[in-house]
């Protein structure tokens, strides 16, 4: 004889069973599994061979071993959502939650049942979140600054105020967002540059929170609003009559299991070099 109630599948033989850590019937029945949400019970198979005492079509009878259930897990993907009671109190990245298919190894209609079940084996437990937020940042291919002045091919002058600004995009600027999993587990990251150091070349460095503001004729003589430099020699001395210099990104990167639990953040940092070509300003005389 089977008890039946509403789980998940088809045809159903169920007993869901809350918080029952030990299940088992009263007459000393037969139950599958300790999954605290569903348990499938069923009696002890019968001695006398009678039918209908030993599963969902009658037992093995007589003194035989007593019918089994033969169950299979796969990971379920996507993972529930924090806080669904398939997770058992535990948070993503604690371990996975399982799909649990038991079959009735002496039914001839294919008897199923499915349930879900939480598990911290090593497959699970042993990724870290940290190392998936850095395998999403590898796969952005972040770069270095995409400097749109300084131009190479320009000449600037001693003492006049020189613009910088970069060009933005996801690859140079950001945002950009990328995904890893592992492990029944999916981090999200997205990163944004925070700043960009300018080495001038001159033994000087300019720190500019933002790309910068690119110039204009209107502009005139005055300096950058918040992003510049001013050049007190030429760059006649210098390899190629020309300042050596890089611009640095510092990328912030925050990152969060996908569904709640575990978040972080990580430092990148990129570089450009580029070269500034400075002259003196020529009077003509009368």
């Known amino acids: 004889m089977l008890r039946r109630s509403a789980a998940v599948g088809i045809?159903?033989?169920?007993?869901?069973?809350?918080?029952?850590?030990?299940?088992?019937?009263?007459?000393?029945?037969?139950?599958?599994?300790?999954?605290?949400?569903?348990?499938?019970?069923?009696?002890?198979?019968?001695?006398?061979?009678?039918?209908?005492?030993?599963?969902?079509?009658?037992?093995?009878?007589?003194?035989?071993?007593?019918?089994?259930?033969?169950?299979?897990?796969?990971?379920?993907?996507?993972?529930?959502?924090?806080?669904?009671?398939?997770?058992?109190?535990?948070?993503?990245?604690?371990?996975?939650?399982?799909?649990?298919?038991?079959?009735?190894?002496?039914?001839?209609?294919?008897?199923?049942?499915?349930?879900?079940?939480?598990?911290?084996?090593?497959?699970?437990?042993?990724?870290?979140?940290?190392?998936?937020?850095?395998?999403a940042v590898d796969s952005m291919l972040l770069a270095g600054p995409a400097i749109a002045s300084p131009r190479s091919d320009g000449t600037y002058t001693v003492g006049v105020p020189l613009w910088m600004w970069v060009s933005q995009s996801p690859t140079t600027w950001g945002p950009n967002t990328a995904s890893a999993s592992a492990g029944g587990i999916t981090v999200t990251a997205t990163a944004t540059v925070s700043s960009v150091a300018w080495n001038m070349g001159d033994g000087t460095t300019v720190t500019c929170s933002g790309p910068g503001t690119p110039y204009t004729a209107a502009r005139g003589m005055t300096p950058s609003p918040d992003c510049g430099h001013r050049y007190s020699a030429t760059s006649a001395g210098q390899s190629g009559a020309r300042y050596q210099g890089t611009a640095t990104a510092t990328w912030t990167v925050n990152w969060a299991v996908t569904g709640g639990g575990q978040s972080g953040r990580l430092t990148e940092v990129r570089q450009t070099p580029f070269t500034v070509s400075v002259g003196e300003l020529q009077v003509v005389g009368q």
């Open 11 to 135: 045809p159903m033989v169920v007993v869901a069973s809350i918080a029952l850590t030990e299940p088992a019937l009263a007459d000393g029945g037969i139950c599958a599994g300790k999954n605290k949400y569903v348990t499938v019970c069923a009696e002890k198979p019968g001695r006398d061979g009678n039918p209908g005492t030993g599963g969902p079509k009658g037992g093995s009878g007589g003194d035989g071993p007593p019918p089994r259930w033969a169950c299979t897990r796969t990971l379920l993907d996507p993972q529930p959502p924090t806080g669904s009671a398939a997770w058992e109190g535990h948070q993503p990245g604690d371990g996975a939650v399982y799909r649990k298919q038991c079959a009735w190894t002496e039914s001839v209609d294919g008897y199923n049942v499915i349930t879900t079940e939480w598990s911290a084996d090593p497959a699970a437990t042993t990724v870290d979140p940290a190392v998936l937020a850095q395998q």
